[in-house]
């Protein structure tokens, strides 16, 4: 049997027919949509809101629950979409980030056979002849590939310079499994674009094409083995941090062959504490190695969860740190440019420094500010932000009184309603990367202060970023030269407005305000004629089931009517 029938032949867990899985994928995100629709959108509209707000915790909760059966029934990117999911937790609410957190350990291997004939087939040669032993039971088994500790034969040890080493594989028939998904994410991906809610703050087909392109990289284990090698490079004068070695000889775009570095998992306490470490000082320096990926290197680790990183204790500690931290899984790298380097960098600048104004005209820079964003207003927001939770670490903030919050989110409740935020291409990576980051950092200590890790770096960041003062002095005075030179004509053009009388005052904010009270008393009759309709109609069914339903149907006119008048305000 060919090594193209064997694959076939063997079965891919939670695969099924193709078709089939791409159905049902679209009509579970079909489904969810409708039902999201619904609730956040429709019933808010026309006066029941309240509704929507007494079910969301429930409603969170079990869409979770489902996609959570769904991903590991299916595998593939399912998995992949799941743990990008609870790795939200920025965004999304613990009923979602809590159920979906699992999904890092409870992808289901390959049997042992399956792996065999896929590596072989990949090497050309029985395993027997490359290792001296592979263990059959997986060290890890994830959703795109699952990794087996092994031993080389002398001589091929000899030849890559490794003895202990991890092959990793490819699940079989993974790559028909990321087609069918993907053609199922960019279908969900066009629906969300034509709602404008989802689309004014995010290119949704773009970023599944960024997820599509970072997916078909990571089952290309030669695009994996090359991250690796630019990882290590990028530190080799770090001794905070290491990388496994790579044995090309036996590596191909399916089978990938790393020198075995397993030691401590991040998260593992009381492992840490055995060996004499202290997690709350693995916290800052996985942080500031992370910064230093993604504001400095510009290649970055785009999913550092606790599996695929070790603490690595130092035999001979006497002249540097006594413990190394290990990345391993390099098939998920991301790159940040130049430019939107920059942005991140002065964002960073401006967080550390609590300076409010600073902080949002960098989120411009960096694209995540929505062009019609009051950004006077969202400057104000964040100053106040800053001058009241600034500073305070996780554990600090889950202490502070939730009608801080409340009054916060009263006080600015238009705007933080409005959310003044899209989602960037080239972001996903980067907010993933950043949220595990935050996780793993909570982990090891809850006590931990992002700022305090924070505020050193941007400090180096701007003694950095010093040696270019000239220039941004020289680049200021230029532009108030130009001003200068146009305020006469300006000037002249004002006047001239003033005298012929076409001179307008707008006042965009109290425009809004005054046509949302409009589309509120509108919606609030709708709704009191709908409710009144439904309940009569419910009454009057009793006695007479015609006229009762009559009034039940008739009702969807104001609600329909109510529906629409919030749709035109948007």
């Given at each position: ?421 899209q989602l960037p291409e080239n972001f ?12 793993v950092c909570s982990s090891l200590d ?47 053009g004002l006047v001239t407005r003033i ?72």
């Amino acid at each position: 049997m060919t090594a193209a029938r064997r694959e076939r032949a063997d079965p891919v867990p939670g695969a099924g027919d193709t078709r089939a899985r791409y159905r049902r994928i679209l009509r579970f995100a079909a489904w969810n949509l409708a039902v999201t629709w619904w609730f956040e959108l429709l019933l808010p509209r026309v006066g029941l809101g309240r509704i929507a707000e007494r079910t969301r915790a429930r409603r969170m909760r079990s869409f979770a629950q489902r996609f959570h059966v769904l991903a590991v029934e299916l595998g593939g990117l399912m998995i992949k979409v799941g743990q990008f999911l609870s790795s939200r937790l920025d965004v999304l609410p613990p009923e979602i980030t809590k159920e979906l957190e699992g999904l890092q350990d409870e992808v289901p291997p390959v049997p042992f056979p399956a792996i065999r004939a896929l590596a072989e087939a990949e090497l050309g040669a029985p395993l027997d002849l490359v290792f001296a032993s592979v263990e059959e039971t997986p060290i890890a088994a994830a959703s795109l590939g699952q990794a087996h500790r092994a031993q080389l034969l002398p001589a091929n040890a000899a030849d890559a310079g490794l003895h202990g080493v991890v092959v990793k594989v490819q699940r079989p028939g993974i790559e028909a499994i990321v087609d069918v998904d993907l053609a199922a994410l960019r279908k969900v991906g066009g629906w969300l674009s034509h709602v404008r809610l989802v689309s004014d703050r995010a290119d949704v087909p773009a970023l599944v094409e960024e997820f599509a392109q970072t997916s078909l990289e990571e089952i290309d284990y030669l695009h994996e083995a090359a991250n690796a090698e630019r990882f290590a490079a990028d530190f080799a004068e770090d001794e905070r941090v290491e990388a496994p070695g790579v044995a090309w000889e036996w590596s191909t775009r399916r089978v990938l062959v790393l020198e075995d570095v397993t030691a401590i998992k991040i998260t593992d306490a009381v492992a840490l504490r055995e060996a004499g470490i202290d997690p709350a000082k693995v916290a800052p320096v996985f942080a500031s190695v992370m910064f230093d990926q993604l504001f400095t290197n510009g290649f970055f680790h785009a999913d550092p969860h606790p599996g695929n990183i070790f603490v690595t204790p130092v035999t001979d500690a006497s002249e540097g740190r006594p413990w190394k931290l290990t990345f391993i899984d390099f098939g998920m790298m991301g790159e940040v440019p130049p430019g939107t380097r920059r942005g991140l960098r002065k964002l960073l600048i401006a967080a550390a420094s609590r300076d409010g104004k600073g902080l949002v005209s960098a989120i411009s820079d960096v694209g995540v500010l929505v062009p019609s964003a009051d950004r006077a207003e969202l400057e104000r927001a964040m100053t106040h932000l800053f001058a009241r939770f600034g500073g305070m670490g996780f554990a600090q903030l889950r202490e502070v009184n939730q009608r801080e919050f409340l009054e916060f989110a009263v006080e600015f409740g238009d705007l933080v309603r409005s959310l003044p935020f899209q989602l960037p291409e080239n972001f996903l990576l980067i907010i993933r990367a950043m949220s595990l980051t935050s996780g793993v950092c909570s982990s090891l200590d809850d006590r931990f202060n992002l700022w305090d890790s924070v505020e050193p770096y941007a400090a180096q960041l701007l003694r950095d970023e010093r040696g270019n003062v000239v220039q941004d002095v020289a680049q200021q005075a230029f532009d108030a030269a130009g001003i200068a030179l146009r305020l006469p004509k300006r000037l002249d053009g004002l006047v001239t407005r003033i005298e012929d009388g076409s001179l307008s005052v707008a006042n965009p904010r109290l425009e809004r305000q005054l046509a949302r009270l409009d589309r509120t008393v509108r919606r609030a009759a709708s709704a009191l004629i709908f409710g009144a309709l439904l309940i009569a109609g419910s009454i009057v069914r009793a006695d007479d089931a015609v006229l009762g339903g009559v009034l039940m149907i008739v009702s969807v006119v104001p609600l329909l009517h109510g529906a629409w008048v919030g749709r035109r305000g948007l």
